[in-house]
């Protein structure tokens, strides 16, 4: 794994369900702010396949 750059100036959000309707929509909010908002963590109760795509898409959007 990577390491995980905290920037200073973001706030990191915890969604707590990310896979469900709320916790996505959740998600593509956070993706219209990318300089003052990181989704530092995810959870899921039953979806592992979804969370692992999200767990990249905004992995791959923290390194950017």
Do not use: H, W
Request: proline share 5%.
């Amino acid at each position: 794994m990577g390491q995980t750059l905290f920037m200073p100036d973001m706030k990191n959000i915890c969604i707590l369900g990310s896979t469900g309707s709320i916790g996505q929509n959740s998600l593509e909010v956070i993706a219209n702010f990318p300089g003052e908002f990181r989704p530092a963590y995810l959870t899921t109760n039953s979806n592992i396949d979804l969370l692992a795509r999200q767990v990249e898409r905004y992995r791959r959007s923290a390194r950017a």
